[in-house]
């Protein structure tokens, strides 16, 4: 079974330039997840989505994040300016959890993002 | 509300010996918990989760996790540790009565360095 995978692998862009980071999920996989993890921090979640709609997005900063899942299936997440602040590991994850089920996820590799 | 505390940001042990990672929680209901292992650039991978039941949860690897209420406590062990086992481990919780929202909360992680 194919893993999640995600791209680009490393990032460095420059502050108030765009980025964007792709995500594809395990093969029928309803929920994806995106996290951000700062260096010497665990994971924090950005977004959750079931199928293509939004189950959780009250930690993502929407004055600049966005994130999309138009078909179900990958997602992409961009942010727009970039701030200092935003550099760090971005995480898909994904799993089969249905509502009130306790799913396991399952990571990609994550994109490493640098704002200079 | 729900938090994760790792008290150790680093742990040495020799190949062979025991090996404990602490972890302890706080949520207003009842737990899920999950412990995560991240090696060096990259994702983070399942490795046990305590849903209900049986207070010693048996995972990959030869790792365990013995969940404690009254001290509200999950931590990590393995009976013999191994060179390969040094990596960035992660306590996870979320708290079972949130509804629809599965945000978890990752802890800061802890650094399991085994020495040969």
């Known amino acids: 079974e194919a893993g999640v995978a995600q791209s680009p692998r490393y990032k460095i862009i420059e502050k108030r330039q765009s980025v964007a980071f792709w995500c594809n999920p395990i093969?029928?996989?309803?929920?994806l997840y995106w996290y951000q993890q700062i260096l010497g921090q665990g994971p924090k979640l950005l977004i959750q989505?079931?199928?293509?709609?939004?189950?959780?997005d009250s930690q993502l900063p929407k004055d600049r994040f966005s994130a999309e899942r138009l078909k179900g299936v990958d997602s992409t997440l961009k942010i727009q300016p970039a701030k200092l602040e935003d550099s760090a590991v971005y995480l898909c994850?994904?799993?089969?959890?249905?509502?009130?089920?306790?799913?396991?996820?399952?990571f990609g590799p994550g994109t490493r993002l640098t704002v200079l | 509300a729900q938090s994760v505390a790792q008290p150790e940001d680093q742990v040495n042990v020799a190949e062979g010996n025991p090996l404990t990672v602490k972890c302890t929680y706080s949520?207003?209901?009842?737990?899920?918990l999950f412990w995560y292992v991240q090696y060096p650039n990259r994702g983070l991978q399942f490795l046990l989760k305590?849903?209900?039941?049986?207070?010693l949860v048996k995972g990959s690897y030869g790792f365990e996790a013995e969940f404690n209420k009254s001290q509200t406590s999950f931590h990590l062990k393995k009976p013999s540790a191994l060179v390969s086992d040094s990596a960035l481990y992660f306590c996870?919780?979320?708290?079972?009565?949130?509804?629809?929202?599965?945000?978890?909360?990752f802890g800061r992680g802890t650094s399991l360095i085994v020495h040969p």
């Open positions: 994850a994904s799993s089969s959890l249905l509502a009130g089920g306790t799913d396991t996820q399952y």
């Open positions: 093969s029928g996989h309803a929920t």
């Open positions: 989505f079931q199928n293509n709609g939004v189950v959780d």
């Open positions: 949520v207003s209901g009842n737990p899920y």
């Open positions: 305590y849903i209900t039941g049986d207070n």
């Open positions: 996870a919780v979320r708290d079972r009565e949130t509804g629809g929202s599965y945000i978890p909360t």
